[in-house]
């Protein structure tokens, strides 16, 4: 007999015999009803490169990161790839910055010497380049600025000559970030033009202007001088919006896409998988990694267990991959875990 369901918050009878915890009882049957895994393989490892003399210098809001100066860019992505995490998305500190950020589309710029360097060293993983202006312009905006106020066609132009400039360096893919209309649509018919039709786009098509941001600022040094970027970040209380982004950027010719914040925004990435069928990443930024060593250190949560517990809500709600600072970690964690 089959008891049919009744309406919301009625009590059904259980089916005779039924107990949902018998396949909770062992690590060996836990692993077999288990509807999500997570894996080294989904996990990719943010890396600040810096132009700079130090192999590393610790960031104080991020414990266990660093900026890595040339010297150390090699060994840092080998000890990463050994841990079993097979990409990394690189982000740069130039030790100059302009109006016009043209540091960040330099033959000679410090994200593209990094991929070459990585790309040498580590043949095998997949290199990954943030495309913005902030970590390049003076003011620390996304965007190229006229008058104050932001300036479109520039700014496109920019980011156009960035991901060419970054691809001709070795960078396998190639995400746009300034939350820029069109910037997709500008960047794919600059990479054909140039001959890489084979880089991928992997698209931060909804990025909320989250407060979740603030230790990757003090890292790269990108916070704006003067302002916010609420006029082009999405508002966090928006969520039809993101599906709005995320379609308009696959449009443009975007390969893949991100959601970010990740933990904040797990609703809107399950959203964004209902909607999408292309390769959807979420990114568990700075602030995510912090709060939960913050906490670690005061012996207030157990790191690993926090940290691969939320790792699994991230892809149960939709993520076919992670970026995370705790990627290298949790590499080795995932193959000892029940």
Not at 123 to 137: K, N, Q
Not at 142 to 159: F, N, Q, V, W
Request: charge should be negative.
């Amino acid at each position: 007999m089959t008891t049919q369901p009744g309406p919301l918050g009625a009590r059904a009878a259980a089916p005779a015999g039924e107990r949902l915890d018998r396949f909770r009882r062992t690590p060996a049957l836990r692993s077999l009803a288990r509807e999500t895994s997570v894996r080294g393989g989904d996990l990719v490892q943010p890396m600040f490169v810096a132009e700079q003399s130090a192999a590393r210098s610790p960031i104080a809001a991020m414990p266990g990161i660093d900026r890595l100066g040339a010297t150390g860019w090699a060994a840092a992505a080998e000890a990463i790839a050994a841990a079993g995490v097979p990409a990394l998305i690189l982000f740069g500190i130039p030790a100059r910055k302009d109006a016009h950020a043209t540091g960040a589309w330099s033959e000679d710029g410090v994200v593209q010497n990094a991929l070459r360097n990585i790309r040498d060293a580590v043949p095998e993983v997949a290199l990954i380049a943030d495309v913005c202006l902030c970590e390049y312009t003076d003011h620390g905006h996304c965007r190229i600025l006229r008058d104050g106020a932001s300036a479109r066609e520039e700014t496109l132009e920019a980011l156009a000559h960035t991901a060419v400039s970054l691809a001709e360096a070795g960078a396998d893919v190639v995400a746009p970030s300034a939350m820029a209309d069109g910037q997709v649509a500008a960047i794919r018919e600059a990479l054909d033009e140039a001959g890489f039709g084979d880089v991928a786009i992997l698209s931060y098509a909804v990025k909320y202007a989250s407060a979740f941001y603030g230790p990757f600022r003090e890292a790269a040094g990108s916070a704006p001088v003067r302002g916010d970027r609420r006029a082009h970040q999405m508002d966090p209380a928006n969520a039809r919006e993101a599906l709005r982004e995320a379609e308009q950027d696959l449009a443009e010719g975007a390969d893949a896409l991100m959601v970010k914040p990740a933990l904040a925004c797990l609703d809107v990435l399950r959203a964004v998988r209902e909607r999408c069928d292309a390769p959807l990443a979420a990114y568990s930024v700075s602030g995510e990694y912090a709060m939960v060593k913050a906490a670690a250190e005061r012996g207030w949560i157990d790191e690993r267990a926090t940290v691969l517990e939320t790792l699994g809500a991230i892809r149960r709600a939709g993520a076919d991959f992670i970026l995370t600072y705790h990627a290298r970690e949790a590499a080795g964690w995932l193959t000892t875990s029940a």
